[in-house]
């Protein structure tokens, strides 16, 4: 079964300080990965997602993720955070081919202070 | 990118009554969608997937009889709660994914719909 474990429940930074969300995930093949935001009482905006070729995706807003197979990985960054970064943040794994469903994990609410 | 509505928005309603919820396609025809149920703080949870002219694949432990889901278009799937509950107070989120060759083939969500049971 496909699972995301995303260890840091609730991150605070400063604006302008780069950020690191942590992301594992477990999946019997190739799986197909994301990244999304969602603020408060808000649906969900794909930030990135990796489906193969290059491990370094760009997303929105400014955001990156690396694909590390060895470690089960998929850690988000952003070099500098803006105040309007502040929301929840989840993972998600789903796999290729077809309409698969996706798991997502636990979410990570990220608190930028001034 | 495409977009996906839900209708209300909100909802307030008695214990026992049926309160429906639309998620809709609003430019591009979706065959699978999505509904997902989210607790205060917590993750969203995949209730069921909605295929257009057949049945809802509800997940275990969701009970079909209670969340009835109807996809009887290309861009519209509703999500019925019935008899509902102060424990069925959640927000509940839909997602469709766009067909291969229609644009990116990937899954957007709707803004969620707030339901509250008193």
């Known amino acids: 079964a496909q699972s995301v474990t995303q260890p840091d429940i609730h991150i605070t930074v400063s604006e302008g300080a780069s950020l690191e969300l942590r992301c594992n995930y477990s999946?019997?093949?190739?799986?197909?990965l994301f990244w999304y935001v969602q603020s408060p009482g808000q649906g969900l905006q794909l930030l990135l997602k990796?489906?193969?070729?290059?491990?370094l995706v760009q997303g929105i807003k400014g955001f990156e993720a690396e694909f590390k197979r060895s470690q089960s990985s998929f850690n988000l960054r952003k070099p500098s955070v803006h105040w309007s970064d502040a929301a929840e943040y989840f993972c998600?794994?789903?796999?290729?081919?077809?309409?698969?469903?996706?798991?997502f994990g636990t979410g990570t609410k990220l608190q930028v202070i001034p | 990118g495409a977009v996906v509505s839900q209708h209300p928005s909100r909802v307030i309603c008695k214990s026992g009554t049926s309160v429906k919820i639309e998620c809709r396609s609003l430019?591009?025809?979706?065959?699978?969608m999505f509904w997902y149920r989210q607790f205060p703080k917590q993750s969203l949870m995949l209730m069921a997937t909605s295929n257009e002219g057949s049945k809802a694949t509800y997940e275990q432990g969701v009970e079909k009889d209670k969340f009835l889901i109807n996809h009887a278009s290309l861009t519209l799937s509703t999500l019925t709660v019935t008899s509902a509950h102060p424990e069925d107070s959640s927000f509940y989120i839909c997602s469709a994914y766009t067909i291969p060759g229609q644009g990116d083939y990937e899954q957007y969500f709707g803004p969620g719909t707030r339901l509250t049971v008193t």
């Open positions: 998600a794994v789903g796999g290729s081919g077809g309409y698969q469903k996706v798991t």
């Open positions: 430019d591009f025809q979706a065959t699978t």
């Open positions: 999946y019997g093949a190739t799986p197909y």
């Open positions: 990796y489906f193969s070729g290059d491990t």
